[in-house]
């Protein structure tokens, strides 16, 4: 497949690019190299071969949930510097 300037022009303004002469030509030059590559591969013959869905043969281990202690409310309110009865304060970001 030949990549033109057309085609370089047409998908820069479908990503909204712009290019200078000297960059559409080394884009060009490099969808060429891309284009032949797969050109490439789509020529080695995988009958038979099964498709893989990951690249190795192991498999996620999930870690189980488990229940582990936890603070009150209280002590999680002594390490802040500012706090009310029941809540953190900070400070304000949005003004009205």
């Known amino acids: 497949m030949d990549i033109s ?3 370089i022009q047409h ?3 479908l990503a909204r690019l712009s290019f200078e002469p000297v960059q ?3 884009i060009q030059q490099d969808l060429s190299n891309m284009v ?5 591969l789509q ?3 995988t009958t038979g071969v099964e ?3 990951f690249m190795s043969e192991a498999t996620n281990i999930w870690r189980t949930d488990e229940i582990s202690g936890s603070i009150t409310q ?3 309110l002594k390490s802040s510097p500012i706090a009310s009865e029941h809540y953190f304060k900070v400070p304000t970001v949005i003004k009205k």
Do not use: K, M, N, S
């Not at 032949?36 to 490439?40: L, N």
């Open 5 to 7: 300037q057309e085609t």
């Open 11 to 13: 998908l820069a303004h």
């Open 24 to 26: 559409q030509a080394r």
């Open 36 to 40: 032949g590559f797969i050109e490439q």
């Open 43 to 45: 020529e080695v013959d």
């Open 51 to 53: 498709p893989l869905l």
């Open 74 to 76: 209280q002590e999680a």
